[in-house]
């Protein structure tokens, strides 16, 4: 999930959190290694799930 990334900052997160984490901000899986076109590219795909699904809960 996230590789290499202040793994230290992380090691005590719970997966599930994590994973939850990563959604709520929309990282893509892949986010620490991705260019950083590509890394805006797939954000805004899921920046606008996160939004869309914000707007459905109202």
């Known amino acids: ?3 290499g990334w ?3 900052d ?3 997160i719970p997966s599930a959190e ?3 984490m990563m959604e ?3 990282l893509p899986d892949n ?3 991705l260019e950083y076109s590509r890394f805006l590219e797939e ?3 899921k920046m606008a799930h996160v939004i869309k699904q914000g707007f459905l809960r109202l």
Do not use: C
């Open 10 to 12: 992380i090691d005590g």
């Open 24 to 26: 709520m901000h929309a």
């Open 6 to 8: 202040r793994r230290r």
């Open 1 to 3: 999930m996230v590789e």
């Open 31 to 33: 986010w620490t290694s």
């Open 18 to 20: 994590l994973s939850e």
């Open 43 to 45: 954000r805004r795909k």
